[in-house]
C-alpha cells in the first residue's frame, strides 16, 4: 500500500515524525503542569491562573510571530523555539526533582514558555507547505491535524501513569525530550522557499495581513468560528482534573483516560477524512460540526454530574473528540490551499492566535467554576459555541452559502 501523498516526501514525513514526537512531549506537559499546580494548591483557581501565564503571551505575540515567520527562515526559526522550549521544561523538571517547586515556578515557566510558543506556531505551519507540493497540502493537513487528537489519546494516560508509577518530574523530564528531538530533526529539512528580502516594516507586514484576511469574508468566519471552539468549547482539557478528581472522585489515571477517550474520537474523524477527504460538504464539517460540538461538550458535562459514571463519562468524550475535530481540518485546508507563500505566515500567525486562546479557555472556567462549579463552567463554554454557530448561520448569508464561496477561493 501506497504512502499518503504528503509522506512520499522525505523532508515532510522527518517534519511530521518530529512533529508527532513534539506534540506528545506538549500534551504530557500540559497535562503535566495542570495536575502539578492544582496537585500543590488544591485550588480550581490556579488551573486558569496557569491558563493564563500559558495563553496571555501566546496572544500578544502569535500575530508578531507570523510576521517574522515570512521574514526569517522558518526551519531555523523552528529549531531556536524547540530549543528554547526544550530548555525551560528541563528547568521545571529539575525544581520538581529537587522538592522546591512551587506554583509560582510553575506560572513563570509557562509564560516564558507561552512567550516562544507564539513564534514557534506561525513557523511550523508556514513551513510544512515548503516541504510538498500543492497536491499534497491536503494529505498534509489531515497527517498534521490527525497528530493532535492521536496523541490526545495516549500522552495524557502516559503522563498520568508515571505519575502513578514514578514521579511528577519523570514526567516533565520525557516531555522535555521531545521538543528537543524536534529541535534537531528541523535542522534536517530540506525547505523548497526562502523568505524574500522586504522593504516593509514589520508593523506594514502586519497590516498586509489584516487586509488580506479582511478581504475575504469566509475566512473571517472561519477563524470566528475557530475562537469560540479554542476558548469556550475546550475548557473540558484545563478542568479535567477538576472533575475528575472533584466529580469522578478518581485520579491521574482516570483524567489521562478521559482526556484519551476525546483523542480516539477525534483520531477517528481525522482517519475518515485523510482517506475520503470529499466525504460530507465543507457546510457540514465546519458550520454543523462547530454546533454539534458545542452539544457534545452540554452533554458531557452534565452527565459527568447526573450519572456519575465513568464509563458514561468516557463515552460522552469520545463523541466530543468526533464532533471537535470535524471544523478544524477543514478550516485550516482551507486556508493552506488559498493563501500564498509570502504571506503564509502571517495568516497562519491569526489563524493560530484562535489557538493561542486555548490555555485562555482553562482561566474563563477556572474563574467561571470558581463562583459556581466545574459542571456549569464546562457546559457554558459548549453553549457559548453552539449558539454563536446557530447566531451567524441565521444573520450571516455568507455562512449559508459556505460552500460556494469557498470553492471559488
Given amino acids: ?75 531555523m526559526l523552528v529549531f531556536t523555539t524547540q530549543f528554547l522550549l526544550a530548555l525551560f521544561i528541563f528547568i521545571l523538571c529539575f525544581l520538581t526533582f529537587i522538592g522546591i517547586v512551587n506554583e509560582w515556578h510553575i506560572l513563570l515557566l509557562a509564560l516564558l514558555s507561552g512567550s516562544v510558543e507564539a513564534f514557534d506556531q506561525p513557523a511550523r505551519r508556514a513551513l510544512y507547505p515548503s516541504l510538498i507540493d500543492r497536491e499534497a497540502i491536503p494529505s498534509g493537513v489531515a497527517l498534521l491535524s490527525g497528530i493532535w487528537p492521536g496523541t490526545r489519546i495516549i500522552s495524557p494516560a502516559i503522563a498520568g501513569f508515571l505519575i502513578v508509577w514514578t514521579s511528577v518530574a519523570v514526567a516533565i523530564l520525557i516531555s522535555a525530550l521531545g521538543f528537543l528531538i524536534m529541535a534537531i530533526i528541523a535542522l534536517t529539512l530540506k525547505v523548497n522557499f526562502s523568505p524574500q528580502q522586504k522593504n516593509t516594516s514589520p508593523l506594514e507586514d502586519l497590516l498586509e495581513g489584516f487586509s488580506y484576511i479582511n478581504s475575504h469574508s469566509i475566512f473571517k468566519f472561519i477563524i470566528s468560528i475557530t475562537f469560540f471552539q479554542s476558548f469556550f468549547a475546550l475548557a473540558y482539557i484545563p478542568m479535567m482534573p477538576v472533575i475528575a478528581k472533584e466529580v469522578l472522585t478518581l485520579g491521574p489515571e482516570a483524567q489521562g483516560i478521559l482526556l484519551g477517550a ?93 489557538f493561542s486562546l486555548r490555555p485562555l479557555s482553562g482561566f474563563q472556567a477556572g474563574l467561571i467554576s470558581g463562583f459556581t462549579n466545574p459542571t456549569f463552567a464546562i457546559a457554558f463554554g459548549g453553549a457559548a459555541l453552539s449558539i454563536f454557530t446557530v447566531a451567524s448561520f441565521i444573520t450571516n448569508k455568507n455562512v449559508r452559502k459556505f460552500n460556494q464561496i469557498i470553492d471559488k477561493e
Fill in 1 to 75: 500500500m501506497n504512502l499518503p501523498l504528503a509522506l512520499q516526501n522525505p523532508s515532510f514525513r522527518a517534519f511530521w515524525g518530529g512533529t508527532l514526537i513534539s506534540v506528545t512531549g506538549f500534551q504530557m506537559l500540559r497535562f503535566t503542569q495542570f495536575w502539578l499546580i492544582y496537585d500543590i494548591t488544591d485550588s480550581s483557581l490556579y488551573i486558569g491562573y496557569l491558563a493564563l501565564a500559558s495563553g496571555i503571551p501566546t496572544i500578544v505575540f502569535n500575530i508578531i510571530g507570523g510576521v517574522y515567520a515570512d521574514r526569517l527562515n522558518q526551519k
Fill in 262 to 354: 476525546s483523542g480516539l474520537g477525534a483520531l477517528s474523524t481525522t482517519i475518515v477524512i485523510a482517506i475520503k477527504p470529499n466525504l460530507g460538504s465543507k457546510f457540514f464539517h465546519v458550520v454543523i460540526g462547530s454546533f454539534l460540538s458545542g452539544i457534545s461538550v452540554i452533554i458531557f458535562a452534565l452527565s459527568s454530574v447526573l450519572s456519575g459514571s465513568y464509563y458514561l463519562a468516557i463515552i460522552c468524550m469520545f463523541i466530543v473528540g468526533i464532533f471537535g475535530t470535524l471544523p478544524a481540518i477543514s478550516a485550516q485546508s482551507s486556508l493552506q490551499l488559498s493563501v500564498p507563500n509570502n504571506l503564509r505566515g502571517r495568516i497562519m500567525g491569526l489563524y493560530g492566535l484562535t
